[in-house]
C-alpha cells in the first residue's frame, strides 16, 4: 500500500481474531493458499506500522465442535479436536508470515511441543517485547470455551489495546444482513447494548470478559484490500464496540 508511512495506528498492541472459516476462500474445506497470502500481507502493513500483533485463529474450515457434539460426539472429544483444527491452521498462517520476513512464534493451550511452544503470559510477554508476532492456537486449553473466548482472554492477559474481530461482514448490524435487507449497521456501539439486544456478536462470556477489561473491539471484513491497516488506523468501514 502506497502511503503506509501516512497512516497512524490508533492502537498500539493489537489482538486479531480470524476464524477457520475466513481462511477456506472459495473451497468447502481446508485452506485457501491465496487467502493466508493475502492475510499475511495484510498483517505485514500493521506490523510495519510499529503496532504488536497477538493473533487468535479458529478451526471452523477443519471441524466444528459444538456442531459435531450435537450429532453424537462427546463434547470434550469434539471440542479437543477442533482445537487441534486451530493449531493446524495456525502452523500454516506462521509459514505464510514469515515468507513476509515477520518473526512469528506459535503458542498453543494444548501442550504439543513438537510444533510449537505451550502457552506462557511471561514468555508471551518476552515474544512481543522482541517485536514477534504471536499466534495463539488450541483456543484455552479447555472444552467448552470457543475461540472468542480465547481470543478476549488473550487480549486481556497481554493488555491488549483493541481486540480486532475478522468477519465475513463490514461490521455489527441489528439483523443478518444476508437475510434482511432492511437491516442496519452500527457505528459504534456498547457492550451493554449488544448483551440487551442479543446481537450474538461474540458469545456471552468472550463478551463480558472483554467488557470487564474494558477493551475496544473493532468488527470489519477482512475481505477488502488493506481492511486491517484501515481498521487499525480508524479509517474504512467498521463497527467499534466499546463501554
Given at each position: 500500500?502506497?502511503?503506509?508511512?501516512?497512516?497512524?495506528?490508533?492502537?498500539?498492541?493489537?489482538?486479531?481474531?480470524?476464524?477457520?472459516?475466513?481462511?477456506?476462500?472459495?473451497?468447502?474445506?481446508?485452506?485457501?493458499?491465496?487467502?493466508?497470502?493475502?492475510?499475511?500481507?495484510?498483517?505485514?502493513?500493521?506490523?510495519?506500522?510499529g503496532v504488536e500483533v497477538c493473533i487468535v485463529v479458529g478451526?471452523?474450515?477443519?471441524?466444528?465442535?459444538?456442531?459435531?457434539?450435537?450429532?453424537?460426539?462427546?463434547?470434550?472429544?469434539?471440542?479437543?479436536?477442533?482445537?487441534?483444527?486451530?493449531?493446524?491452521?495456525?502452523?500454516?498462517?506462521?509459514?505464510?508470515?514469515?515468507?513476509?520476513?515477520?518473526?512469528?512464534?506459535?503458542?498453543?493451550?494444548?501442550?504439543?511441543?513438537?510444533?510449537c511452544e505451550p502457552y506462557m503470559y511471561r514468555k508471551a510477554l518476552k515474544h512481543i517485547s522482541k517485536g514477534r508476532v504471536i499466534i495463539f492456537a488450541g483456543g484455552t486449553g479447555n472444552p467448552y470455551f470457543t475461540t472468542d473466548t480465547a481470543a478476549a482472554l488473550r487480549a486481556s492477559e497481554l493488555e491488549c489495546d483493541a481486540l480486532l474481530k475478522a468477519t465475513?461482514?463490514?461490521?455489527?448490524?441489528?439483523s443478518d444482513p444476508k437475510k434482511d435487507a432492511n437491516a442496519t449497521r452500527y457505528g459504534t456501539i456498547s457492550y451493554d447494548e449488544i448483551l440487551e439486544k442479543d446481537l450474538r456478536v461474540m458469545d456471552l462470556t468472550a463478551i463480558t470478559l472483554i467488557k470487564e477489561s474494558n477493551i475496544e473491539t473493532i468488527v470489519f471484513a477482512l475481505k477488502e484490500e488493506n481492511a486491517l491497516i484501515n481498521a487499525v488506523c480508524g479509517k474504512g468501514t467498521f463497527t467499534k464496540i466499546k463501554n
Open positions: 500500500m502506497k502511503g503506509n508511512q501516512k497512516m497512524q495506528p490508533l492502537y498500539k498492541r493489537v489482538l486479531l481474531k480470524i476464524s477457520g472459516e475466513g481462511l477456506m476462500g472459495q473451497k468447502a474445506f481446508g485452506m485457501s493458499p491465496e487467502v493466508l497470502n493475502r492475510l499475511s500481507l495484510e498483517i505485514k502493513k500493521i506490523y510495519d506500522l478451526g471452523g474450515n477443519i471441524f466444528r465442535g459444538a456442531k459435531e457434539a450435537s450429532e453424537g460426539i462427546s463434547r470434550s472429544v469434539a471440542d479437543q479436536v477442533g482445537m487441534l483444527g486451530t493449531l493446524m491452521n495456525a502452523l500454516y498462517l506462521q509459514d505464510f508470515l514469515e515468507k513476509q520476513h515477520i518473526p512469528v512464534r506459535v503458542m498453543s493451550g494444548l501442550n504439543v511441543p513438537q510444533v465475513q461482514v463490514d461490521g455489527v448490524y441489528s
